[in-house]
């Protein structure tokens, strides 16, 4: 199994799924990465004004701080030629993964890299682009998604703070295949865990990738063996969410929610 991964610049969360999944599954069926600019944002200035309204001044710090952390610590091992494993780049490079070039799936570049390499299955994990109807075709497997949430509900952005915000007991990752809309497309795997008393989005969100990973693993197994059933993604009971607004994330802190 060839696979692609199409994620995004994000320094938190994601590197929880790469350092389980690389460390689980064969590295050499990995033929590269694409990381993808945050948030699809045109700029730096507009990530940062929609984190500080979703964290807060006092938890925008916190994860500033954080951030500047695990770049600084990232720098110095590597100026030692140590590999930090604080990012997806330097996971990557420990499991002799390549970070592909491509800034977008829906080039001809991109396209014919998947045809060159007879690329089986890629795996969007917070991919930041909607994938066209070529890209989605090119694989032999095609395109799958990795959703923090019991799909259909919860389609859209932020699903883990989403669920915590409407008081959900338990967390779900669905897998299933890419369709040119947002959030469709069968589901091939729906599992579920609990979500901890108090607990906080980034806690939450930092789990779920780490489940996630555990679950692609069975997904891929179950697409090599031709064992494939799915789940319907009925759009008759979608719900949609955008992300947050800065009065949503003060309505979930004033209820009592933890986002740090």
């Known amino acids: 199994m060839k696979l692609i991964f199409v994620t995004q610049d994000e320094p938190f ?27 699809d944002k045109k700029s730096k200035a507009g990530a940062i004004k929609q984190a500080l309204g979703f964290f807060g001044p006092w938890g925008f710090f916190i994860m500033a701080i ?55 299955l890629v795996v969007s994990v917070a991919a930041s682009e909607i994938f066209n109807s070529p890209a989605l075709n090119a694989p032999r497997l095609g395109c799958i998604n990795i959703h923090s ?30 369709e040119e809309k947002l959030d469709s497309g069968p589901i091939l795997m729906q599992e579920s865990f609990p979500i901890l008393p108090g607990e906080s989005y980034v806690s939450l969100a930092s789990r779920s990738k780490v489940f996630a990973a555990g679950l692609l693993i069975k997904c891929i197994e179950k697409l090599e063996s031709g064992n494939v059933e799915t789940l319907p993604n009925d759009p008759e009971k979608a719900t949609y969410f ?18 740090t």
């Open 242 to 259: 955008t992300f947050p607004k800065p009065k949503e994330a003060r309505e979930f802190r004033g209820k009592g929610g933890r986002i």
């Open 13 to 39: 969360f994601i590197r929880h799924f790469f350092r389980r999944f690389m460390a689980e599954y064969p590295a050499g069926s990995i033929r590269g990465i694409v990381i993808q600019r945050t948030f």
């Open 66 to 120: 954080r951030a500047l952390g695990l770049r600084v610590s990232d720098m110095a091992l590597r100026a030692i030629g140590r590999n930090s494993g604080t990012s997806i780049q330097s996971i990557a490079r420990l499991h002799g993964v390549p970070v592909l070039p491509f800034r977008s799936v829906n080039t001809k570049e991109f396209l014919e890299f998947l045809r060159m390499e007879s690329i089986d």
């Open 149 to 178: 949430a019991p799909l259909p509900r919860y389609r859209g952005m932020m699903p883990n703070f989403w669920v915590l915000y409407h008081g959900e007991k338990e967390a779900y990752v669905s897998i299933h295949r890419m």
